[in-house]
């Protein structure tokens, strides 16, 4: 069955550094988005992204992210300067474009920030 | 403001049980309305997705209610396993045509053995 996958499983990184997270969305879908979730608390949506740009974004989605498909399977999410409060699990999920928009879900990237 | 509420944080069931998970949310009208299963560490996993003109959904031992009026939904899991054990969330878009899903915090469920 096809899935959504992440890499890394697990990210460390030193307060204001620049991380970048990968996914590879199921093949045949077209929408694409990226999660968080802090230890503890709700799923967040961050952003989604169609046609090669930013369909929706949340306020937590500031100028320190970026996301971009840069080849015809992997989405990224970049985050410039990392701060403390960055530490999370980032999901990537992907959606077909009809229907009512169940999403696939990646097993996560848990960031640590330190 | 517009919220998403999980009544219950955890429900700890007798195995062959029904779950009933319940998700209220108030000033949205949402088209659809969609449950996901979490476990620990992992991703949320899609279950079933419920239409607004829809009153009930089933997919094998599991059951969605939807009441537009009430704003409320309801989800049951009829003869419950110890694998069945995990965290549910509900999840909507906040207007017609949003992709983007706002979920609840989740229902943490223990059946057990």
């Known amino acids: 069955e096809p899935e959504v996958t992440q890499t890394p499983s697990h990210q460390v990184t030193q307060m204001g550094q620049e991380v970048i997270l990968r996914c590879v969305p199921i093949s045949n879908h077209l929408y694409f988005y990226w999660y968080r979730q802090i230890l503890g608390q709700k799923v967040e949506f961050l952003v989604s992204f169609y046609n090669n740009e930013i369909s929706e974004k949340s306020e937590i989605f500031d100028d320190q992210f970026s996301v971009e498909r840069p080849d015809g399977s992997n989405f990224t999410l970049k985050i410039r300067s990392t701060k403390l409060e960055d530490s999370a699990m980032y999901f990537c999920a992907s959606s077909e474009t009809s229907g009512y928009n169940e999403q696939f879900f990646g097993p996560g990237t848990r960031l640590t920030v330190l | 403001s517009q919220k998403i509420e999980q009544n219950s944080e955890a429900l700890n069931i007798q195995e062959g049980k029904t779950a009933t998970l319940t998700c209220n949310y108030t000033n949205y009208s949402p088209a659809y309305l969609q449950w996901y299963r979490q476990d620990p560490g992992r991703g949320p996993v899609f279950l079933l997705l419920i239409r607004e003109n829809e009153k009930e959904k089933r997919k094998e031992r599991l059951k969605v209610t939807f009441d537009t009026t009430l704003k409320q939904s309801l989800f049951h899991i009829t003869a419950s396993q110890p694998a069945d054990s995990a965290t549910y969330l509900c999840?909507?878009?906040?207007?017609?045509?949003?992709?983007?899903?706002?979920f609840g915090s989740g229902t943490r469920l223990q059946v057990q053995p």
């Open positions: 999840a909507l878009a906040l207007y017609t045509g949003r992709r983007a899903l706002t």
